[in-house]
């Protein structure tokens, strides 16, 4: 039964990504997108034109985070970099591709792993507990 408990532990993360992206599919979700929208910017929060054609307002993030020479900075010229190595001939979809492979398949992958180490620390916590008593 123990066994069963933490395998249940384990995959739990992974049999929530399909749940929500049923539910989303489910209820049409305004959060679907089946093309970039074109919405006009607004002066004083991002929207999607910010998203596609950059921010004409001022950042609301210290310039080290969300300036182009900060962290924002950073990751988007690496992006597009990577981007233009993996597709030369169309940069803009090896950054999508680049993007992608990052965010959605690289970092929680990462985050899947370090999950898994700790289920693993802790199960060696309480087995040594239970040692000591």
Known sequence: MKRLAWFLLA?????????????????GSPFLRTAIPHEAHARDHCTWHCHNAGCPHAPRL????????????????????????????????????????????AWPGLMYALYLVVLSQRRKIIALRRGAS
């Open 62 to 105: 210290p310039l080290a985070l969300a300036g182009d020479d900060g962290l924002y900075g950073d990751t988007i010229g690496g992006l597009k970099s990577a981007g233009k190595a993996a597709v030369p001939s169309a940069p803009g979809v090896g950054y999508g591709v680049v993007n992608l492979a990052v965010f959605c398949v």
């Open 11 to 27: 995959i739990a993360p992974l049999l929530a990504v399909p749940v929500a992206f049923t539910a989303v599919l489910a209820t």
